[in-house]
């Protein structure tokens, strides 16, 4: 592909290498290979359940590790508006109903006093028409009201970051998921001496309200949970976005001639958290909160999940020290792999045929990697991914975080299984990022590349196709030690629209 001095100007201005273009341009052409799964993952084979005294010791091994000179960090992606929240109400407005008609806009007006926002909302009310809440929708009004919401004018809900927005009721007033993020990093992520990180990532639009919300609400948090906030934010690197392509896979320009490129997903973030520094990450999405005190069960399980990190991490160090001495026995080598099989779930039919030191190599591969524990919750309908033991390169398999999208729906026998999962990712990590010396792992050589989405958008009237890096948690970390754990659905909460904050885990 050819392209221009303004095309090289403008991916110069990007930071994006020219190889690396033309290697999305050829990603276009072939399109990305589905996963080869062998089986679903459930309890027993690849989940695993813990009993009360399993769960004990893991806390116990938290509160040790946070009390020893542990670093721990919170990483909250946090960029996206809150647009598709509130797709509904954006709907009612461009349709200027006189009154509410579908179900959904009944129970949102029906129930508007339960929103912890709606004081706010009803002095927007007040201060755009003269006439509060109640007055306008007795006049009506409905539509005034839903605009108040959403519109630059009203409340901007529509346009806001989730974690800006006011999601729980409180004594004092409301909390927004930013400031209900800052209370569990005070409750199960601080460190020996009562420091908790904190890192979100912003989109630069909304950076300046971020570091307005922090700057107002930490003097008084860090009062009352006796801690000091440490709070860093970072934004999507211009470098990971995509280039766009028209459907016969040729470069997409605007009307001034100009190439098209768009952020490519969530993926992007492998960069960001690998500037973090501390031993142990919890990765958590921004809508996944509830109000305090409905928070102990998300407290005692993220000390649950750290704990097990924790218990892995040491035991892979101590086998690495015995491999790399070259202080083992054959007998050794055969509770490492039992090790890699009950716990990792890791499995390779060739191991049987390797001598000493070939396992011996083939077992530091595999320990010296970077460490994940994925809570997963049993599937009540949800939408998210799930987890897998799919088939790896090297022809090993292992436990993977799969979407749809990467399964192959004219494959029978992959979509029976994918059906017969039982479990789902909600997005629940705390991952090991250094290495037994306590160098930090490069995150990015352990990125699955063959792991993206190329999916179909609309610009200006046209369809194109987009490019999707691997997913954060999906082939961004496929490389990872990765070890999935059953958490309870009271640790899910999420906020995918405005009426979730009517459910009663947001009502507490």
Not at 223 to 249: C, F, H, P
Not at 258 to 278: K, M, T, V, Y
Not at 309 to 326: D, E, M, N, P
Not at 475 to 484: I, P, R, Y
Request: net charge negative; aromatic share 8%; with cysteine.
């Amino acid at each position: 592909m050819e392209f221009n001095n303004n095309d090289l100007q403008q991916i110069k201005a990007k930071g994006i290498s020219l190889e690396v273009i033309e290697q999305q341009l050829e990603r276009f052409r072939t399109g990305f290979p589905y996963l080869k799964i062998r089986s679903v993952a459930t309890i027993g084979n690849g989940i695993l359940r813990l009993n009360d005294q399993e769960i004990d010791q893991c806390i116990a091994v938290w509160d040790e590790f946070q009390t020893s000179g542990g670093t721990v960090e919170k990483f909250v992606p946090a960029s996206g508006a809150a647009s598709r929240m509130f797709k509904n109400i954006f709907a009612f407005v461009t349709a200027a109903k006189p009154a509410p008609e579908t179900a959904y806009e009944k129970k949102f007006f029906a129930e508007i006093k339960n929103f912890a926002f709606y004081p706010a909302l009803n002095q927007a009310c007040q201060r755009l028409y003269g006439n509060d809440i109640d007055g306008l929708t007795a006049a009506g009004e409905y539509v005034k009201v839903a605009s108040a919401l959403i519109s630059k004018d009203g409340l901007n809900y529509g346009q806001l970051p989730k974690a800006l927005l006011q999601f729980h009721r409180t004594e004092t007033g409301a909390h927004t998921p930013l400031e209900e993020h800052f209370e569990e990093g005070a409750q199960y992520a601080a460190d020996q001496c009562g420091n908790v990180n904190l890192h979100f990532t912003v989109s630069p639009e909304h950076r300046a309200a971020f570091q307005a919300t922090i700057d107002a609400v930490l003097p008084a948090m860090q009062q009352q949970w006796g801690v000091k906030y440490r709070v860093t934010m970072s934004e999507q690197k211009s470098s990971t976005d995509t280039i766009a392509v028209n459907l016969d896979n040729t470069p997409y320009r605007e009307a001034d001639g100009s190439l098209l490129f768009r952020p490519a997903g969530h993926g992007a973030l492998i960069e960001n958290l690998n500037e973090i520094n501390a031993d142990v990450v919890f990765v958590k999405n921004i809508d996944n909160v509830v109000p305090r005190a409905l928070r102990d069960a998300t407290v005692r399980y993220k000390k649950v999940i750290g704990g097990l990190l924790v218990k892995i991490q040491r035991q892979i160090a101590a086998y690495l020290q015995q491999l790399t001495s070259g202080n083992y026995t054959i007998d050794d080598l055969r509770e490492m792999i039992k090790y890699t099989h009950d716990v990792l779930s890791i499995r390779n039919e060739q191991t049987k045929n390797l001598d000493d030191s070939e396992l011996a190599l083939y077992l530091i591969g595999k320990f010296r990697r970077p460490i994940r524990i994925c809570g997963v919750v049993r599937n009540e309908g949800e939408p998210g991914g799930g987890p897998y033991l799919a088939v790896n390169a090297d022809g090993t398999s292992s436990p993977q975080i799969l979407e749809a999208a990467q399964i192959n729906s004219a494959d029978p026998d992959a979509v029976a299984l994918m059906k017969s999962g039982t479990h789902f990712n909600p997005v629940d990590l705390v991952c090991y990022i250094k290495d037994t010396d306590g160098s930090k792992f490069n995150l990015k050589k352990f990125v699955d590349h063959n792991t993206g989405l190329i999916s179909e958008k609309s610009k200006s009237g046209v369809t194109i196709k987009a490019l999707e890096l691997p997913g954060l948690w999906n082939g961004s970390m496929s490389d990872w030690t990765t070890v999935f754990v059953e958490v309870p659905i009271e640790t899910f909460n999420p906020v995918k629209e405005v009426n979730d904050l009517l459910r009663p885990q947001h009502q507490g």
